[in-house]
């Protein structure tokens, strides 16, 4: 009994805790190691088997006649640009967690969401 509940910690420890949320639904991602990761740009595969790219960017939009910057404050972003009135695009730092940051500021009152900055490969036809 007590290998199956260390076989079943260590399993759940080793799970990447790389995830987001598109339409309401839970997307786990795994990085991929390529040699492309490039222009700040890395490579992770959905649950589904398709691969997305990943800025080091956060998009947010803050709820309608609310403003949240002053929750942006307790971060140490590299800049942040306002896209409108309510949509805001954060650059983080190269080391920072952008998963978690991003999880963070989508919990706060002020956020209507906050969702990393994906990128699409471009195939030629």
Known sequence: MKKIWFIFIMG??????????????????????????????????????????????IILKCKDNI?????????????????SNTLIIVQIEDKEDIFKIAQELYNQDNIEFATPNFTKERKAR
């Open 12 to 57: 759940s420890l080793l799970q990447a805790d790389n995830f987001y949320y598109e339409y309401g639904k839970k997307v786990d991602l795994k990085h991929i190691n390529t040699q492309r990761d490039l222009g700040g740009i890395q490579y992770y595969e959905k649950s589904n088997g398709s691969k997305v790219g990943l800025k080091d960017e």
């Open 67 to 83: 403003s949240c910057r002053d929750s942006l404050l307790k971060y140490q972003f590299k800049s942040i640009k306002n896209l």
